[in-house]
């Protein structure tokens, strides 16, 4: 890569730093720590096991489990075999995960012991056939995962990936409610550490401590680790968002780094142990992932006494797209806490209006983004991928505007996207979901204002005629459909939805009078 001459792929990071620093610990849990050097054994077990089945490089090896140690060794393992680790969200339902483990045709989907019995029922309704492989996290061993592929204490295969080869394959919701599976390849990774060394505000210690909190299946959780593990710094491992153990593991893991999505802050800091907590050892919170309020921010800068960097980007762009540098967060100055700053060096943003053209400072438009770091494509889905990937310019859905200072904004999204808690729910997914209830003819599935989660799923329901349904009943169906977290939190009935002249329901319509008077119109 950049700073490393010789990690010249993912994989690499491993190699290097177990040549380099072998007893530095590499990965924390609450009960188990892994070095470098057994990072490196281990992950090479896994590779091993990949490559003595006979799984052709460029393969994609499933991953279904929360934060671990293994999840690393099966990441690194599977891209020393030529592989792509593809972590799937283990809180979807057994049909969503159905869709995309046929999409991603795994030839093997490595199981963490909580999660076995749902991705057998997914091995046994999927047209692809896969091997499962169970491991149990909560084992005393940080480095058994080789074991259960029948490789501990072989050599690592030393597969070579090509430069422009997938080493993430990120699922993400499309509009339509098929999954699409984001490549990012090793040379993306490879441009997204080079504009984050490059820029000055993105600076890594040696005794850095960089938390993973957020899930490995988003990149926020993913990405920054890997991050930190190319610089060399230990990872600490929280299983799942979960603000008391949070706390618990700052005051023993004593992390410089922590990555959270703003509803992450509001539990950390709502949490009755937060006050006795010290936030001492902490030099950078780093947010993103959804708006935050401007009071939340300044509680936080307040109560945890770091600095705060805000960063935007989307899983197509491998990473930060701009960043709101620490020296930007002026409490005093509540409009440039909205921004989401300006972008990193060597990445290009642009606003444009619906027919492609350039919009001035002040105007909205939707940001088109071009960076070096960009995602390959989405998997098998080429028609998608030229639907977003114009001419070296990413279209990222979002829209806002670029002020007099330079800073961008972020206003609402062109994309029917709620991100509530974090997570991304597309508005067709739940829509689809209520359609297959008998007693809903229309309906339009919104985000609307949380202080808890940021958006809440809220659904417009317009009943068929002579049905009745109760907004329990219709809650119950949703959960039979999809992930919980995006079943709707609340369902209101109307007699009539706001319509184009086309016969299109007008979903800004219906989401004004809850965004009214509002910080951000988001939704």
Known sequence: MWLYADIRNIADIARYHARHAPAKKALVEPRRALSFAGLDRASSGVGAGIA?????????????????IEY???????????????????RLSVPELVAIVDDAQCPLVLVDREFAQTLQAVQARCAHRFEIVVFDSTADAADALPAHLGAAGQADPRVEAAPRATALLIYTSGTTG????????????????????????????????????????????????????????TVSILAAMDAGRLLEIIQRDRPTICPLVPTAIQMLLDHPAASATDFSSLRLVMYAGAPIGSQLLKRAM???KCRFMQFYGATETSGAATLLRPEQHDPDNEARLRSCGTPLPLIEIKIVDGAGNEVPPGATGEFLIRSPSLFEGYWKQPEATAAVLQDGWYRSGDAGFRDAEGLYYIIDRVKDMIVTGGENVYSAEVEQALQKHPAVKMSAVVGTPDPRWGEKVTAVVVLAAGAAVTAEELIAHCRAHIAGYKVPKAIEFAEILPMTATG????????????????????
Not at 72 to 90: E, Q, R, S, T, Y
Not at 212 to 230: A, E, K, R
Not at 507 to 522: G, L, P, S, T
């Open 52 to 68: 003595a089945r006979g799984i052709a490089p460029g393969s994609n090896i499933g991953f279904a489990g929360k934060n671990s």
């Open 72 to 90: 690393f060794v099966a990441l690194f393992g599977a891209n020393k075999a030529g592989c792509a680790i593809a972590p799937f969200n283990w």
């Open 302 to 304: 307040r109560e945890m």
């Open 178 to 233: 098929r999954p699409k599976g984001v490549q990012i390849s090793h040379l993306g990774l490879s441009y997204m550490r080079l504009c984050e060394h490059m820029e000055p505000a993105l600076q890594w210690r040696a005794d850095d401590v960089i938390m993973m909190i957020m899930p490995n299946f988003h990149l926020v959780g993913t990405g920054l680790s890997l991050q930190g593990l190319y610089n060399g710094c």
């Open 504 to 523: 299109k329901i007008l979903k800004r319509a219906v989401r004004e009078r809850y965004w009214q008077d509002r910080e951000r119109a988001i939704g």
